[in-house]
């Protein structure tokens, strides 16, 4: 049986939205374990969402339109985002707009109303959390495009779909590259999403925190988008990772058997990136923010090593 | 006669003239009290821009070529205008912000509250129209040379509008002699070009071959020149000061226009050359690159609204000047798709930073009126009173970040794309677009950064200081010219298919003739329908969103409460993040090159520590710490020569009496 490509679309935002937070939980319960805590459970970030959406909103006095429209547009932008990178498929109708160019753009938008919303309020938490997340991002953003660059010069796209079919469809081979690559893509990755080395997502130490310093004044069902938001973007990192670097096992028609093929294999791929993610975050130590340049320089620089060794060696 | 009349060229030739008698209205204060005046001299200047626009946009359809002979006693050959799609392409920016800009002025600087300086205001605003619009029509070294004087004149006495101000003067001496010294460049130019073709019309595209010494001495000639007009980094030391002294509506026409003049010029000359050595655009690439990192990197450190505008448009400049660096790199390789991506790219953020800056220039006006100041750190609060203001800002923030679903995506995409294929060549032009590639990338991260600092601090929040929060919104004649701006930054931003057709023509027409025959369609190169798409869902899903809310809204009871400000009881507006502070970390990061200033406070010791202050300042670097002692050490020198000016009039007589002597004894032998 072969499914609609519209019928695959809709089956992908629903894994997503459906499947993001128990991904969350599962990175928490990893490092729990890993870090000889009690596990919450699996389940707990849906518990959690449910009960921010049970709760009332109590709002800064000086809030804006901007800051309530806010969790809004973050969950809407990140679900379209949803809908364009290939997670079991690549037949997908909107697979049209998949230019990486224009994820890391979206990206960009949800970046830009959240930090404006943390200065909404005015305190100074909200912009000492906004200049620190814009600080960052804004030198994530070369080697960001310089990991993607490379990635896509093997198949001569920037489009995703295209890189995807390209890589799933060639033999194993290991590039030095994309080694590369993907060293600096992890380490944009944990920028990113806000994870240590960079930022705790745990914690709300006033001096430390990033993320959360901007998102300080939110509560009630704004709280759980964000949140919510937040967990598909982690997915969604992971979901990237998975499609530039090791896309094998994705379908490219809409074959019933192949999806949930296609699914299995995606889901062994999250469980294992977890894994890799958890260790990561348990062996380091958050850096001081004044260091953070340097850890994002050399991911610029592991990108740019891998365009070079794509040059001479490829 | 009267379908020659309605011809583009006509319309586009009659706007002109409009143009530049618009100003008269107000010089005749016999006739008509001065609003009266000014409000006909917006109507005349409206109607030109009206004119211009249609033929320009009729023009840019057809894509025919149009030449004036005038006949010319002087003897350097005719003088001859023209209009061809690279100027049609120039011309819309040129009509449709002065137009707005005029607009703008009837409510901002009106004849009731500043009556001593409107006439001089509107009348060389009309001229700098006109001006600016020959300088694109001239086809000849000598014409475009006077409408150049003429626009930077004009340019001139608007800058300095206001001076009775000191630093108005300070701003408005330096421009002058900077756009001078500029020219001094363009003198330069001409005559060069002169040599290699044997006339001071211009020549044909591509007609020069660019390998000869000449050649070389012409392309650095219009590199220092127009980089000059345009702000090029190290070049760029005028602008700051002039866009930020200047009155808003000016500052927009300058920043959206005139600099894209400078750019104009370059594109124009660069024409007339075939097999443009790797250099050429290397230089122009590298020159674009740290225009761009550096532009944005100074605009961070500001903490004037209006030069923090400025320094984002030395950033502009940059990503045009790498748009046209891929173009040219692209010739060098033989990459078609290299140069049509890029040259499209820098045309089009020709067009699109024109939109969005003007309508960031007006809507700082808005707010400095409302508020009285210039100063972010006085700010904020401002979308409360100001909601429309604040709206229509907001929309040129997200443009000028590059973010979709808005035009400076689409400019900034094209150029990303032809960097990445630059990537897929090889050897030189590889390493350059690779290097290129994430400089463009840093200057869209740090505008982000930048703009959600001056949205956050001025707009957002509460006011920082009483005596300068906004007091009133802006008028419909303020407002209008803002949505129109905006209007297009949304329409080119979802719909940048419809502007495919135009850029592939102005492009070929400059592109040499090799690349012509190819037939490769823009259409192909761009992915349109993604942009289209992806910006129509991003809008309907926005729109959904808005209307659920506001249904949700009229239900729903949220409780409100102080802002927490970790367990103090009456957080106080000071204790917001400033624009300084916002910046620290980013300004500390490039201090190499922004060699920021930092007064740290004294005398915090003990118990109770007296009264103390700490400010912080990122100066123009480039001015004080190069251009500035070098001209001192020279004038040092050149002392003794300026004996020679010692304002005796009857001797400058005597020098000009010498000078001409020696000239006809010279011609004599």
Redesign the interface.
């Given at each position: 049986m072969s499914l609609h490509p519209f019928v695959i679309e809709l089956l992908q935002f629903a894994l997503l939205l459906g499947l993001a937070p128990a991904f969350a939980g599962w990175v928490k319960v990893l490092k729990c374990r890993v870090q000889g805590r009690t596990a919450p459970g699996i389940l707990q970030p849906y518990r959690d969402i449910r009960r921010l959406f049970g709760k009332?909103?109590?709002?800064?006095?000086?809030?804006?339109w901007?800051f309530?429209?806010t969790p809004?547009?973050t969950f809407?932008?990140t679900a379209?985002a949803a809908g364009i990178i290939p997670l079991i498929s690549v037949d997908l109708p909107?697979s049209?707009?998949a230019?990486v160019?224009?994820l890391v753009?979206?990206f960009?938008?949800v970046?830009?109303f959240t930090?404006?919303a943390?200065?909404?309020?005015?305190?100074?938490?909200?912009?000492?959390g906004?200049?620190?997340e814009?600080?960052i991002?804004?030198?994530?953003?070369?080697?960001?495009?310089?990991a993607i660059?490379t990635v896509?010069?093997a198949s001569?796209s920037?489009?995703l779909t295209q890189m995807v079919s390209v890589m799933a469809h060639s033999e194993f081979v290991i590039r030095p590259s994309l080694a590369f690559a993907l060293a600096a893509f992890i380490l944009i990755a944990l920028a990113e999403t806000g994870r240590i080395p960079v930022d705790n997502p745990a914690t709300h130490l006033?001096l430390t925190m990033i993320h959360e310093a901007m998102i300080?004044?939110y509560s009630?069902r704004h709280l759980a988008l964000i949140e919510w938001a937040g967990m598909m973007k982690l997915t969604l990192f992971f979901a990237l990772g998975i499609a530039a670097f090791c896309p094998w096992g994705i379908a490219t028609g809409g074959d019933t058997g192949l999806l949930l093929l296609a699914f299995v294999a995606l889901s062994a791929k999250l469980v294992v990136g977890a894994c890799v993610m958890v260790l990561i975050e348990t062996g380091l130590a958050k850096l001081r923010?004044?260091r953070l340049?340097e850890f994002l320089g050399s991911a610029?620089l592991l990108a740019?090593l891998g365009?070079i060794a794509f040059?001479i060696l490829e | 006669m009267v379908q020659e009349l309605f011809a583009p060229s006509s319309l586009i030739l009659i706007a002109t003239l409009l143009a530049a008698i618009s100003g008269v209205p107000l010089l005749l204060p016999w006739l008509l009290p001065a609003a009266r005046a000014q409000l006909l001299s917006v109507a005349v200047l409206l109607a030109a821009a009206c004119t211009g626009l249609t033929g320009t946009v009729l023009l840019l359809l057809s894509g025919s070529t149009t030449l004036f002979e005038l006949a010319w006693t002087l003897p350097f050959g005719p003088a001859r205008f023209g209009v061809d799609p690279l100027s049609a392409w120039f011309l819309l920016p040129i009509f449709f912000i002065s137009g707005c800009a005029a607009l703008y002025a009837r409510s901002y600087w009106h004849a009731d509250h500043h009556c001593d300086t409107v006439r001089k205001v509107t009348f060389f605003f009309g001229v700098m129209t006109a001006s600016m619009s020959a300088v694109v029509l001239a086809r000849d070294g000598i014409s475009f040379l006077f409408a150049w004087e003429i626009m930077a004149l004009s340019a001139y006495f608007l800058v300095s509008a206001e001076d009775e101000k000191p630093e108005v003067n300070e701003a408005g001496t330096l421009y002058m002699i900077t756009t001078h010294t500029g020219t001094l460049g363009l003198f330069a130019l001409f005559p060069l070009l002169n040599l290699l073709s044997g006339s001071w019309l211009f020549p044909a595209p591509a007609s020069i071959h660019a390998s000869s010494g000449l050649s070389t001495a012409v392309f650095l000639a219009a590199l220092f020149a127009f980089g000059m007009k345009a702000g090029i980094m190290p070049l760029h030391i005028w602008l700051p000061s002039a866009h930020a002294n200047a009155p808003s509506h000016i500052s927009a026409a300058m920043s959206g226009v005139i600099l894209k003049i400078g750019v104009y010029g370059l594109i124009r000359t660069l024409s007339f050359f075939h097999d443009i050595p790797l250099w050429w655009g290397g230089s122009v690439l590298t020159l674009g690159a740290v225009s761009g990192v550096a532009g944005v990197a100074f605009a961070i450190g500001q903490h004037d609204l209006k030069r923090l505008l400025a320094y984002h448009s030395i950033e502009n400049i940059g990503i045009i000047f790498m748009g046209l660096g891929v173009a040219l790199v692209g010739q060098k390789v033989g990459s078609p798709a290299m140069m049509l991506l890029g040259m499209s790219g820098a045309l089009l953020h020709v067009l699109n930073h024109a939109t969005f800056k003007a309508l960031l220039f007006l809507g700082a006006g808005s707010v400095i009126h409302a508020t009285g100041s210039r100063e972010i750190d006085l700010m904020?609060?401002v979308?409360?009173r100001l909601p429309y203001t604040a709206l229509l800002f907001g929309i040129g923030a997200?443009a000028i970040?590059?973010?979709?679903p808005l035009n400076g995506?689409v400019s900034e995409?094209l150029i990303?794309?032809g960097l990445?294929q630059g990537?897929?060549g090889e050897g030189w032009a590889?390493a350059a677009a690779?290097l290129a590639?994430?400089?463009?990338?840093?200057v869209?991260?740090?505008a982000?950064?930048c703009?959600?600092?001056v949205?956050?601090?001025v707009f957002?929040?509460?006011p920082r200081a009483g005596a300068y929060a906004p007091r009133h919104e802006a008028g419909w004649q303020m407002l209008l010219p803002m949505l129109l701006l905006g209007l297009l930054c949304l329409a080119i931003g979802l719909a940048p298919g419809a502007v495919t057709r135009p850029l592939q023509l102005v492009s070929l027409s400059i592109l040499p003739a090799a690349v012509r025959t190819e037939g490769l369609p823009l259409k192909e190169l761009l992915?349109t329908?993604?942009?289209s798409?992806?910006g129509v869902?991003?809008l309907v899903?926005?729109s959904i969103?808005?209307v659920w809310?506001r249904r949700r809204?009229a239900g729903?009871?949220?409780?409100?409460?102080?802002?927490?400000?970790?367990g103090y009881q009456r957080?106080a507006?000071r204790?917001?993040?400033s624009a300084s502070?916002?910046?620290?970390?980013?300004t500390s990061?490039f201090a190499f090159v922004l060699k920021p200033h930092c007064h740290q406070p004294e005398g915090i010791t003990g118990l109770f520590p007296r009264t103390s202050r700490f400010f912080s300042h990122v100066p123009e670097a480039v001015l004080e710490l190069v251009y500035t002692p070098a001209l001192e050490r020279l004038y040092e020198r050149f002392l003794p020569i300026r004996r020679m000016q010692n304002g005796i009039l009857q001797q400058y007589v005597l020098y000009i009496l010498i000078t001409l002597v020696v000239l006809f004894l010279s011609d004599y032998r």
């Open positions: 009332d909103i109590v709002l800064a006095e000086n809030a804006s901007l309530r429209f809004y547009l809407g932008v379209i909107l049209a707009t230019d160019i224009a753009m979206l960009g938008i970046r830009f930090a404006l943390g200065m909404d309020i005015g305190t100074a938490f909200g912009g000492m906004s200049s620190r814009m600080t991002a804004s030198l994530a953003e070369p080697a960001m495009l310089m660059f896509s010069l001569n920037t489009s006033e300080l004044e009630g923010i004044f340049p610029f740019t365009m040059f | 904020g609060g979308a409360r997200v970040c590059g973010l979709p995506f995409l990303y794309l990445f990537i897929q590889a690779a590639a994430p400089a463009l990338a840093l869209g991260g740090l982000v950064a703009f959600v600092k949205y956050g601090i957002l929040g509460v992915p329908t993604m942009i798409l992806s869902l991003l899903l926005i969103v808005a809310y809204l729903s009871v949220s409780s409100e409460t102080v802002t927490w400000g970790c957080p507006p204790m917001q993040y502070s916002f910046a620290e970390m980013l990061i």
